[in-house]
């Protein structure tokens, strides 16, 4: 859970860019990694300026099911403090990310994990309000 892990920042852009590098500013900000905004923007919401909030998949249009990582995506991840991936097939390469610079002090979210759902079934949880409540807690 991230509520409460920082104290109150008022990070500029520059502050916001070195903390997504996995610096934290006077561990005022956490790096968080969502695999996709949906999941990116809640953490965002949540946690506000204690967090620098990377989406990897930011954009609507791009489909989770055929998105490649970029290098830029793996540094992201590797940095990351606390990372947030959909699961149940639906973004197959964030585990890859994860699984190619495993942190030791990065904790992790698998919302398909967390609510139950195994591969196969219905990925689209964030349309789900008992399941977002759950990833919210």
């Known amino acids: 859970m991230l509520v409460g892990a920082g104290a109150c920042s008022t990070a500029s852009s520059d502050t916001a860019d070195e903390s997504a590098r996995g610096k934290t500013v006077s561990g005022k900000v956490i790096p968080v990694v969502a695999a996709e905004n949906f999941w990116g923007s809640i ?57 190619a610079n495993p942190g030791n002090d990065r904790t992790g979210l698998k919302v398909g994990d967390l609510v139950g759902v195994r591969p196969g079934g219905n990925p689209h949880r964030w349309y789900s309000p008992a399941d977002v409540r759950k990833v919210i807690e």
């Open 43 to 99: 953490a965002q919401q949540l946690d506000g300026s204690h967090v620098h909030v990377k989406s990897i998949i930011d954009n609507p249009a791009t489909d989770p099911h055929d998105y490649e990582p970029t290098a830029a995506d793996g540094r992201a991840v590797a940095t990351a403090r606390y990372t947030i991936v959909n699961g149940i097939g639906y973004d197959p390469w964030a585990d890859k990310l994860l699984s």
